[in-house]
T-cell receptor, first 115, second 112 residues
Framework: GQQLNQSPQSMFIQEGEDVSMNCTSSSIFNTWLWYKQDPGEGPVLLIALYKAGELTSNGRLTAQFGITRKDSFLNISASIPSDVGIYFCAGLVLNYGGATNKLIFGTGTLLAVQP | DSGVTQTPKHLITATGQRVTLRCSPRSGDLSVYWYQQSLDQGLQFLIQYYNGEERAKGNILERFSAQQFPDLHSELNLSSLELGDSALYFC???????????FGEGSRLTVL
């Protein structure tokens, strides 16, 4: 089945550093999304990417939809303590033959930021 | 605040028991999704409903069932509970089909 390999599993950085994480798969996805989960909360959508090659920014966050449609990356610039949390990538497969689209989540990247 | 409401927030019960988790989606969202998140695990998709009908099934155990009611709220029923069912259960809703989900704060289930 389709799987998303997310790396790194965890990162421990100093405030002010830039962060990069990525998601890869052997399958093609139609949409890539990045979510963040704060401790004790549900995931929150950060960025959605709909076209291969698309580069999208949301404040200090930048994400790209890989040209092959099999990968995506997320960069966070000038990290701050509130960036702490788990970041999940998610890939969407549109099921043209039926009524069901399939959203698959990566295993998450735990980010810790030292003030 | 995502607009998705889940109750209860915390639940402690014993093995063999049955519990019901409730979810109210964002106003106007027709799709409801249920996910399970255990320690060291990512988000495992359980089941999706769209306007009252089951749309997709993931890794949902036979002991688990769900439904979506005419007012669009959804319930996840977990029966014959085992220790391994202890987890965070998230409900999410969406207006469309492009993967943009809005998650509730989750229901933390502890089975003793």
């Amino acid at each position: 089945g389709q799987q998303l390999n997310q790396s790194p599993q965890s990162m421990f950085i100093q405030e002010g550093e830039d962060v990069s994480m990525n998601c890869t798969s052997s399958s093609i996805f139609n949409t890539w999304l990045w979510y963040k989960q704060d401790p004790g909360e549900g995931p929150v959508l950060l960025i959605a990417l709909y076209k291969a090659g698309e580069l999208t920014s949301n404040g200090r966050l930048t994400a790209q939809f890989g040209i092959t449609r099999k990968d995506s990356f997320l960069n966070i610039s000038a990290s701050i303590p509130s960036d702490v949390g788990i970041y999940f990538c998610a890939g969407l497969v549109l099921n043209y033959g039926g009524a069901t689209n399939k959203l698959i989540f990566g295993t998450g990247t735990l980010l810790a930021v030292q003030p | 605040d995502s607009g998705v409401t889940q109750t209860p927030k915390h639940l402690i019960t014993a093995t063999g028991q049955r519990v019901t988790l409730r979810c109210s989606p964002r106003s106007g969202d027709l799709s409801v999704y249920w996910y399970q998140q255990s320690l060291d695990q990512g988000l495992q998709f359980l089941i999706q409903y769209y306007n009252g009908e089951e749309r997709a099934k993931g890794n949902i155990l036979e002991r688990f069932s769900a439904q979506q009611f005419p007012d669009l709220h959804s319930e996840l029923n977990l029966s014959s509970l085992e220790l391994g069912d202890s987890a965070l259960y998230f409900c999410a809703s969406s207006a469309g089909s492009l993967g943009e989900l809005f998650f509730g704060e989750g229901s933390r289930l502890t089975v003793l």
